[in-house]
């Protein structure tokens, strides 16, 4: 039998938290080996385990996986979590995408100098509300159904949902007017069992990134 997943990173969100969601909801369970100085992501390189040179990187099925699209690709084929033919492949990709450039900037908002934080925080909700989260508010709407694509949970409904929960950090005030969102998807996922469990203060799930900003500086050197 295979051993769990072995996650290499911060002990922190960044990129391997939407990793985490995924095999939470896939109902998986993963180890995780945090970096937590300088030498620890030495000693990986100097291990080669790491192709170029950078993480997170995941230890599973006999390999060792870097890139965040890559691992979640191969996660969510190998866990059943990417539609059932090429054309439903195709939309989950597409929302995905969708969802990765908006998270990309609440992702990156406590690196943000100090001066330049308000207008960073005023261009994501402006996004938030005028363009990302209509689009998957209609995208709900145009088909009546319970998930984003072919009426079945996949990656793309499990990384829109972890959007709707950063969104809600940052002002709950956002998701107001799109309740097949909030109402809808965002409470139908989470009640399911895996992602119940996960949802808990004990689980592997990361608080927000402002509490991990120093050891990421310190890890990363920058």
Not at 30 to 49: T, V
Not at 55 to 80: F, H, S
Not at 163 to 172: A, G, K, N, S, T
């Amino acid at each position: 039998m295979a051993g769990k997943p072995i996650f290499h990173y911060l002990n922190g969100r960044g990129r391997m938290e939407c990793v985490r969601w995924l095999l939470a909801a896939a109902g998986v369970e993963f180890e995780e080996k945090f970096i937590e100085k300088p030498e620890d992501l030495d000693k990986l390189k100097n291990d080669r385990s790491l192709m170029f040179q950078q993480v997170p990187m995941v230890e599973i099925d006999g390999m060792k996986l870097v890139q965040t699209r890559a691992i979640l690709n191969y996660m969510a084929t190998k866990y059943n979590l990417y539609g059932k033919d090429m054309k439903e492949r195709a939309l989950i990709d597409m929302y995905s995408e969708g969802v990765a450039d908006l998270g990309e900037m609440i992702m990156h908002l406590p690196l943000c100098p100090p001066a330049e934080k308000d207008a960073k925080l005023t261009l994501i909700r402006e996004k938030t509300t005028n363009r990302y989260l209509p689009a998957f508010e209609n995208v709900l709407k145009s088909h009546g159904q319970d998930y984003l694509v072919g009426n079945k949970l996949s990656r793309a409904d499990i990384h829109l949902v972890e959007l709707l929960y950063y969104v809600e950090e940052l002002d709950p005030s956002l998701l107001a007017n799109f309740p097949l969102l909030k109402q809808a998807l965002k409470t139908r996922v989470s009640n399911l069992p895996a992602m119940k469990k996960f949802l808990q203060p004990s689980s592997q799930r990361k608080p927000p990134t402002d509490e991990k900003i120093i050891e990421v500086r310190k890890v990363f050197r920058f």
